[in-house]
């Protein structure tokens, strides 16, 4: 069955659209997972980690400003649309209005580096922290790669539009893969959907965000899904933020590019599932202990 879009309407009158399905237990206590795509990847991407999740958690999908069906501005009309502060109250203002108070923040590629700051400004607003496929900043070499030989990286975005940028996007290695021509399709029929200002205006204002000063900062638990072959973050790269961050697992996911999340979709999903067995459990096993305790005043 088709779903009708859900948005949620910002103080400042730009929309975020989400996509939320919760299969658990209506008698049960059940926590929120928040899953962001990467640059020009939306909410529609995540289809097929509904049913894995579903069953044992509220996942709520959003699409981040100026892609899917979210808010598009232009960032020459409007330059305050894209501040760290207005992507990050993005996010805060979705969760307040939905009712939740923390969530396990899961966000692939560039929405891993958001993810990051954001567990550093906002530790209050999450349950856990996980990063796939994502790079803390994007060096100019990357901001060039990603230009298919057009002045900038945004200029592309608006020169081709979103599928012709993604079409250009396909044909680099270590980006993604097409099995077969109908997944290659579906893929560029999707990223279709953003439009090509949105993204625009977006990467300038991911050209400008670096997470490396917040990594120290970070004290929730965090999971890496580390790529094999990406095009946009090696393996040191993805082993130096491990090694920033307190609290902080990695799994190395075997794939044929950049995008893990559909081209090695179980093995990702084996490895969050396990991460957040992995806090319920520590969880759980600290209220045993904290309740076959008496209180110091007791004890003494």
């Known amino acids: 069955m088709a779903r009708s879009p859900t948005f949620i309407t910002h103080p400042s009158g730009q929309t975020t659209h989400y996509i939320a399905d919760d299969f658990t237990d209506p008698w049960k206590p059940r926590e929120t997972v928040l899953i962001q795509g990467g640059f020009a990847r939306h909410a529609g991407f995540f289809y097929h980690w509904v049913p894995a999740l579903s069953r044992r958690y509220n996942v709520i999908r959003r699409d981040p400003r100026g ?3 979210s808010s598009a501005p232009s ?6 649309a894209y501040t760290l502060d207005a ?3 993005d996010i805060i203002d979705t969760l307040d209005q939905l ?4 969530v396990h923040f899961f966000g692939e590629s560039t929405s891993g580096l958001i993810g990051e700051i954001f567990a550093a400004k906002f530790p209050g607003r999450l349950l856990s922290l996980t990063v796939c496929s994502s790079p803390t900043y994007l060096p100019i070499a990357t901001q060039q790669f990603l230009a298919m030989d057009c002045e900038s990286w945004p200029s592309a975005c608006r020169k081709l539009g979103a599928r012709g940028w ?5 044909e680099l290695p270590g980006t993604t ?11 560029l029929d999707q990223i279709s959907i953003s439009s090509g200002e949105g993204l625009a205006s977006y990467a300038e204002f991911l050209s400008t965000v670096d997470s490396r000063p917040y990594l120290s900062q970070i004290s929730v638990p965090m999971l890496i899904l580390a790529p094999t072959r990406s095009a946009a973050t090696k393996l040191d790269e993805q082993r130096a933020i491990q090694a920033e961050v307190r609290n902080c697992k990695l799994v190395i996911i075997d794939g044929p590019g950049h995008e893990i999340i559909m081209e090695a979709a179980e093995a990702c999903q084996k490895a969050f599932l396990t991460f957040l067995d992995g806090i319920r ?10 309740q076959g305790q008496l209180p110091l005043r007791a004890r003494l």
Do not use: C, R
Request: charged share 30%; hydrophobic share 30%.
């Open 67 to 69: 892609h899917g069906l």
């Open 75 to 80: 960032v020459a009309d409007n330059p305050q």
């Open 281 to 290: 459990k520590h969880k759980t096993d600290d209220s045993k202990n904290t």
């Open 177 to 187: 893969t097409a099995p077969d021509e109908a997944y290659s399709n579906w893929w």
């Open 87 to 89: 992507i990050l109250g």
């Open 166 to 170: 993604a079409k250009k996007l396909a």
């Open 99 to 102: 009712g939740i108070e923390k």
